[in-house]
């Protein structure tokens, strides 16, 4: 990347004002002839390489400080916003009705096999308040998908939904 020049005319030369000493040869060494070159095309004899003044380094400086804080405040309010979102959407779903709540586990679910054993399983396990919430077990589902014991075989190591919600297989550890 290259540093922030900033160019004065003054009567038929071109001052270019950089950051540093370093970075001002460098920029002459690999385009100071092809600069030259086109600034002669509209009538500049001379071009001149100096540093910022202090003064106009240290605003810059602050400059790039204040527009650093200004990206990182808006990146926490993105994040902010995201989650406030994400935690909307957590509560509407566990607020809609159970029956709603399984037939949407049931589609992210990989395996489809006994369905109506796995709602028994859920139905039980929610009125006995052992179970996560719905947008947690999703969660969970969703780290189980990108496992190996998962993918292996094409998905054949997958339990059904029942099996997983009988035996409790959201308090497995997952192997990634």
């Not at 369905?115 to 929610?126: D, I, S």
Request: proline share 4%; hydrophobic share 35%; charged share 35%.
């Amino acid at each position: 990347m290259l540093p922030c020049l900033e160019a004065e005319i003054k009567s038929g030369s071109v001052i270019l004002y950089g950051p540093n000493k370093v970075a001002l040869q460098r920029i002459e060494k690999h385009y100071g002839q092809t600069l030259r070159d086109n600034f002669s095309f509209f009538g500049v004899k001379t071009l001149v390489f100096k540093v910022f003044p202090e003064e106009r380094q240290k605003k810059k400086d602050e400059e790039q400080k204040l527009q650093d804080q200004i990206h990182r405040q808006r990146q926490k309010e993105e994040q902010e916003r995201i989650l406030a979102e994400k935690q909307q959407q957590e509560a509407e779903l566990n607020s809609l009705p159970l029956k709603k709540q399984f037939e949407i586990l049931l589609n992210q679910y990989p395996r489809k096999a006994g369905k109506w054993q796995a709602w028994m399983n859920f139905k039980k396990l929610v009125q006995a308040g052992e179970i996560p919430k719905t947008s947690k077990l999703l969660q969970i589902i969703g780290k189980n998908k990108m496992s190996r014991d998962w993918q292996r075989d094409n998905g054949r190591w997958i339990p059904g939904l029942s099996k997983f919600l009988k035996e409790r297989r959201w308090l497995d550890e997952i192997n990634t």
